[in-house]
């Protein structure tokens, strides 16, 4: 079968021919329906070397993708109350399966990290850039109807977003409530939605792409263009008193300090970009109890959450299609920034 792989370090992707998987005990197999590019991935054959801290669980060669959704081809021993043909999402960390974080479904932050030889599929084992994946029948979350293709980013770029903002729902609770998302990237759009369906804040979104932006404006976001006046007109918006809760998509030091100062006195910010910005911090310039803190993709419970959004209607991700033969392109147009929503890779579309 065809399948995107990581060959190495600083090396771009191949699309090699590999075996197709079998399930072992406790695992199935899917057939793959989609699999989204992230930017993740982009970092791990672009940014990382053999020096980075979790480089022992993502040795190459392995295949790539760790947003993945599928329909049930073949169950490995042990594996019941699977239908052949059913649709799922697949929850993409896999902790040791035994300490507290994975026992309450957030394999993201495992006791055990350490000792695991890969931290999700797509990250360290074979992923989802392939015709077929095996994954622990545990990590699957089924999708019902609702359509797989355009459900396949929403296992990391819905997921994501959404354990950040279920977080900050007590800076939301009540009338009068503000948040803004800064980058309007696949997660970004993601999280104007789940906002606008599960809070009553007012969702002010800001970017420096005039589509991204009107992308937001339909989805029920007032934006602000990133640049000049940008603080000062969040402020105005929010009647001075800063912003309730601050996602940050992006991460980088500029974003990070806006974020700084647009948050209210007892406000929230929850950065959830990887570009690894650093800022200061002092008791004076910092609005009293104004928290600062990252989140980490979510559980798999959150994950049961989002894909009740999605078949409801209430969150439907911007999706590009991309055939198997055309997957590396896909991964070129996100790294050159070409796109506005999330790529998938479609492997039995042509």
């Not at 599929?121 to 979350?141: F, H, I, K, Q, W």
């Not at 602000?224 to 918006?237: A, D, F, M, S």
């Not at 991460?251 to 100062?261: D, L, R």
């Amino acid at each position: 079968m065809k399948a995107v792989r990581f060959t190495n370090w600083k090396t771009f992707p191949e699309l090699k021919d590999v075996e197709k998987p079998t399930p072992g005990p406790g695992e199935v197999l899917l057939k793959v329906a989609g699999a989204g590019a992230c930017h993740s991935d982009v970092a791990v054959f672009s940014d990382y070397d053999a020096d980075f801290p979790v480089a022992s669980m993502m040795q190459p060669e392995f295949t790539l993708g760790h947003e993945n959704s599928g329909w049930v081809e073949e169950v490995g021993e042990g594996v019941t109350g699977f239908t052949k043909g059913d649709a799922y999402l697949v929850y993409g960390p896999i902790g040791c399966g035994h300490c507290a974080a994975c026992s309450r479904g957030q394999d993201t932050y495992c006791d055990n990290v350490a000792t695991m030889p890969y931290l999700a599929s797509g990250l360290g084992r074979d992923g989802g850039m392939a015709e077929y994946l095996v994954v622990p029948a545990r990590n699957l979350v089924p999708l019902g109807e609702a359509d797989p293709i355009d459900a396949a980013p929403l296992s990391d770029a819905g997921l994501t977003p959404y354990h950040a903002i279920k977080l900050a729902l007590p800076k939301l609770a009540g009338g009068g409530k503000t948040a803004l998302v800064i980058g309007l990237g696949g997660l970004g759009q993601v999280a104007v939605q789940i906002l606008r369906a599960i809070t009553g804040a007012t969702v002010i979104a800001t970017d420096t792409k005039p589509e991204a932006m009107a992308e937001a404006e339909r989805n029920g976001a007032v934006t602000v263009p990133g640049g000049g006046g940008q603080v000062e007109r969040i402020r105005e918006l929010t009647g001075g008193k800063g912003v309730d809760a601050v996602f940050d998509f992006v991460g980088v030091k500029p974003t990070i300090e806006t974020a700084q100062q647009v948050v209210a006195r007892r406000g929230r910010i929850t950065i959830v970009g990887i570009a690894g910005g650093e800022v200061s911090w002092s008791f004076y310039s910092n609005p009293y109890e104004a928290e600062l803190t990252n989140t980490y993709w979510g559980t798999i419970e959150e994950l049961y959450e989002v894909a009740e959004l999605y078949r409801n209607g209430q969150i439907k991700p911007e999706v590009k299609r991309y055939a198997m033969a055309d997957a590396l392109q896909a991964y070129h147009d996100l790294h050159d920034g070409k796109l506005s929503g999330r790529a998938v890779v479609v492997p039995h579309q042509a």
